[in-house]
Each structure stands twice: as C-alpha cells, then as structure tokens.
Nanobody, 124 residues
C-alpha cells in the first residue's frame, strides 16, 4: 500500500505563491495517476488537479486553471503543485491522492489513497 506525505503548506497573502510537494513511499508512482484534492473547513473535499503517469496529460478544476500547475518526478516518487496568484478561496487542507489501480484517471475513480494533508491559508 502506498503512503503519501504532503508538505509545503503555509500561510500566504492573496496574490502570493506556494509549492506543495507529495512524497510517496511503499511503492513506485511511475504507473499511476497522481493528483491533489482540497477541503475547506465548511465544504466537501473537491478535486483540484491530476497528472498522468507519463506527465503527458493534466487536468484541473476550473477555479484553478491558469494559476496552478501540477508536475511530477517519477525518479523521486514525488508530485508537485505550484500555486500562483493565490486567492482567499484557495484556503483549504490540500491532500495528495492516487488511484489504487495503475493507469486509471484519478478524477474518475473513488478507489483512491490520500495523504494526511497540508494546510494552505490565504489571507486578504
């Protein structure tokens, strides 16, 4: 079973940037979609972004398109989320995620492993 550990969450002012990292252990990520979800304190967990196993395909929720960029380094079993032009509505706990089955799109499955999350707080 894979374990995912997020880092990089912080407090930042609106308009600022953060880079989240997610390190996987227990198995390689090289055949798996990877991605990010987030959950604000009063909302359900929502999909943010995913990247295919070979980095050729990415997909973002509309609210972050043009501001967030997902990337991965399979050699390091790590995935990243670069977040620019942060807004107060981006405040949430961000969770790294991966499907339990290889080559399955993250946002099209419920069979998903999540990390423990990292807090991102954006103030105005």
């Amino acid at each position: 079973q894979v374990q995912l550990e997020e880092s990089g969450g912080a407090w930042v002012q609106a308009g600022g940037s953060l880079r989240l990292s997610c390190a996987a252990s227990g198995r390689t990520i090289s055949r798996y979609d990877m991605g990010w979800y987030r959950q604000a304190s009063t909302k359900d967990r929502e999909f943010v972004a995913r990247i295919s196993w070979d980095s050729r395909s990415t997909y973002y929720t509309d609210s972050v398109k043009g501001r967030f960029t997902i990337s991965r380094d399979n050699a390091k079993d790590t995935v990243y989320l670069q977040m620019n032009d942060l807004k107060t509505e981006d405040t949430a706990v961000y969770y790294c995620a991966t499907p339990t089955t290889p080559f399955i799109f993250l946002h099209r499955t419920t069979q998903t492993v999540y990390g423990r999350g990292t807090q991102v707080t954006v103030s105005s």
